[in-house]
T-cell receptor, first 111, second 118 residues
Framework: RKEVEQDPGPFNVPEGATVAFNCTYSNSASQSFFWYRQDCRKEPKLLMS???SGNEDGRFTAQLNRASQYISLLIRDSKLSDSATYLCVVARWAGANNLFFGTGTRLTVIP | GAVVSQHPSRVICKSGTSVKIECRSL??????MFWYRQFPKQSLMLMATSNEGSKATYEQGVEKDKFLINHASLTLSTLTVTSAHPEDSSFYIC????FGAGNFNEQFFGPGTRLTVL
């Protein structure tokens, strides 16, 4: 079983729509969780960390459900510039070097 | 945010040759750098962890004699793919972790090097 699993999409949504991505992780001992964004043929960039209490950054909201080993990302009022691949990333413990990446969910926002 | 550069961005080589990829942290010191590989439609996979002044730590299944890593300074790590073969064609990305950063796990990624072995 993969360490991190994501729905690969693609998700094609109109501008202004709300879209949600889900991710599950297999190791219950995992401690740190992130969403990264990767544009086509570019490097991944940290979008936001995910905390147990849930956290919000502008139009982006991340949620963590440890009991279900489930992470989500909600994007409200989608912009064209949100088109990218969103990577769910998990680390086994806070100081871990090894980040486990999902295969990513491709989002295209349509005018 | 912190900037990590990689050189070259793209390389095409013949089978059997060796290719060196450089990863530099431009505005910070990185005691630890990481090398990832990404095949098409697959996730990034960690190949090795590069520690300044010591030997790299390789992930299971990655041949240390084929993928030579040198981290001679706090701002530079190099990955050499020795005797490259077509199956080594991939997108190689390095990342660096800021020494003493509060968000201990935040890694900053380089722009990647696309290797094509003919």
């Amino acid at each position: 079983r993969k360490e991190v699993e994501q729905d690969p999409g693609p998700f094609n949504v109109p501008e202004g729509a709300t879209v949600a991505f889900n991710c599950t992780y297999s190791n219950s001992a995992s401690q740190s969780f992130f969403w990264y964004r990767q544009d086509c043929r570019k490097e991944p960039k940290l979008l936001m960390s995910v905390y147990s209490s849930g956290n919000e950054d502008g139009r982006f909201t991340a949620q963590l459900n440890r009991a279900s080993q489930y992470i989500s990302l909600l994007i409200r009022d989608s912009k064209l510039s949100d088109s990218a691949t969103y990577l769910c990333v998990v680390a086994r413990w806070a100081g871990a070097n090894n980040l486990f990446f999902g295969t990513g969910t491709r989002l295209t926002v349509i005018p | 945010g912190a900037v990590v550069s990689q050189h070259p961005s793209r390389v095409i080589c013949k089978s059997g040759t060796s290719v060196k990829i450089e990863c530099r942290s431009l505005d910070f010191q990185a005691t630890t750098m990481f090398w990832y590989r990404q095949f098409p439609k697959q996730s990034l996979m960690l190949m090795a962890t590069s520690n300044e002044g010591s030997k790299a730590t390789y992930e299971q299944g990655v041949e240390k004699d084929k993928f030579l890593i040198n981290h001679a300074s706090l701002t530079l790590s190099t990955l050499t793919v020795t005797s490259a073969h077509p199956e080594d064609s991939s997108f190689y990305i390095c990342s660096a972790r800021i020494f003493g950063a509060g968000n201990f796990n935040e890694q900053f990624f380089g722009p990647g090097t696309r290797l094509t072995v003919l």
